[in-house]
């Protein structure tokens, strides 16, 4: 007896949960089918105004001097050596996984919009993400990045899987 109310309620939720979303659905597409031009006019902007910083930067290669940064991880702990760097407009930074992989780059907080679409088209590779270099998993695995085009400034990176141990580093383009 016990065993069937149990059922009986579990069977409830599963169905009240599919119910549910299946109204959800139909809720969003009433008010789409109720305002076409509501909608439309608003999701036309968006990509608008997204599209001419992404296509207003393309890959600029390096022209300068390659600046070497290990990616290390031990018994010292996690680091990038060094861990600031001065270089110049156009040069590039050649960041090695040396121990303590897998590594990756992620630039942080760059706020101006031109100075992130162009170093995030600098960055090579099937990448994590947006201002992210893909995992380098290998010893003496390399991912390069060039500073052509980007504007001067400091710019801030971590090591995602070991932001935690305080790995990070600072570029600063002159």
């Known amino acids: 007896m016990r065993f069937h109310g149990i059922a ?26 109720a305002a076409p031009s509501a909608t439309t ?18 890959a ?19 680091k990038f050596d060094p861990a600031s760097l001065t270089i110049k407009s156009g040069d590039a930074v050649k960041f090695i996984n040396v121990s303590g992989g897998p590594h990756n ?8 919009a031109a100075a992130k679409a162009q170093l ?13 270099s893909p995992m ?4 003496n695995e390399p991912y390069v990045v060039s500073f052509a085009k980007v504007p001067a400034g400091t710019y801030n990176f971590i090591c995602t899987p070991h932001a935690a141990m305080n790995m990070k580093g600072s570029i600063t383009v002159q």
């Open 136 to 139: 380098l998993m290998q010893p």
């Open 60 to 78: 600029a290669p390096a022209t300068g001097a390659t600046h070497e940064v290990k990616m290390i991880g031990d018994a010292s702990g996690y």
């Open 105 to 112: 780059v992620t630039f942080q907080n760059v706020t101006d």
């Open 8 to 33: 009986l309620l579990a069977s409830a939720a599963v169905l009240g949960a599919c119910g549910g979303e299946k109204k959800a659905a139909t809720d969003s597409a009433a008010a789409n089918a």
């Open 120 to 132: 995030d088209a600098n960055m090579p590779g099937a990448k994590m993400g947006e201002l992210a």
């Open 41 to 58: 006019p608003a999701a036309t902007p968006a990509p608008a105004a997204t599209t001419p910083a992404a296509s207003a930067a393309a």
